[in-house]
């Protein structure tokens, strides 16, 4: 564990455990989140590539302009 993990473990564990819990589960919760993104990602893999080449070849053919924001 690192330090940096070590001292904010330290500081929460002089919370209630009411605020302990909170905080808990929102790490559980960001843990998973981050869990469930490497895996959409690593099965889309192979679609994002072909999306990437279908882009690349409008860009080469002229089909594609410059994104304005301020018209979105």
Request: hydrophobic share 40%.
């Amino acid at each position: 564990m690192t330090e940096l993990l070590e001292k904010a473990f330290a500081e929460a564990s002089k919370l209630s455990e009411l605020e302990q819990n909170i905080i808990a589960n929102w790490i559980l919760a960001e843990l998973a989140s981050e869990e469930r993104w490497e895996k959409a990602f690593a099965s889309s893999e192979d679609i994002l590539g072909q999306l990437a080449d279908e882009a690349l070849d409008e860009y080469h053919q002229g089909k594609t302009q410059k994104l304005n924001p301020n018209t979105l």
